[in-house]
């Protein structure tokens, strides 16, 4: 059973962890952990529009082949490689892939809390929300 508490806690951290590496890369894992088979395809097509597959290939340490099995759906890349995905990201990238990855976690927070849960899910959305436009002032 998936934790959702654990992963806003988490989510919350990632906003705010600054100074202690690998507490962010014990986050950053624990939250890509939870991304979907879709969102995990979506993240690579983000990388796809700038590289080519042999390049995406090589920066993320799996086959050409690999990618092309992972856009088609027979495999999703592990938790490892989608991180070196983040870590490959430029700017630009990074903001779409937190995007992909913050719709997945919502989608599944609603599916998971119903209908009641829909104002207690906007406010952890508010709260992302507000922690997110501190650190950027």
């Not at 952990?33 to 290939?57: D, M, P, T, W």
């Not at 999703?76 to 779409?96: G, I, N, Q, Y």
């Not at 919502?106 to 959305?125: A, N, P, Q, V, Y």
């Amino acid at each position: 059973m998936i934790l959702w508490s654990n992963i806003i806690a988490n989510i919350y951290l990632l906003t705010d962890v600054t100074s202690n590496k690998c507490d962010y890369d014990c986050i950053v894992l624990k939250i890509l952990h939870n991304v979907s088979k879709e969102g995990r395809r979506q993240i690579l097509e983000i990388l796809l529009r700038k590289r080519s597959r042999s390049e995406v290939a090589s920066m993320l340490g799996v086959t050409p082949a690999a990618i092309t099995k992972y856009l088609k759906g027979n495999t999703h890349p592990s938790d490892e490689v989608l991180r070196r995905c983040v870590d490959f990201a430029d700017e630009e990238e990074r903001f779409e892939i937190k995007r992909i990855i913050l719709d997945d976690i919502t989608s599944s927070l609603k599916e998971f809390l119903g209908e009641e849960g829909e104002e207690e899910l906007s406010i952890i959305l508010k709260n992302l929300k507000d922690r997110s436009l501190k650190l950027k002032a």
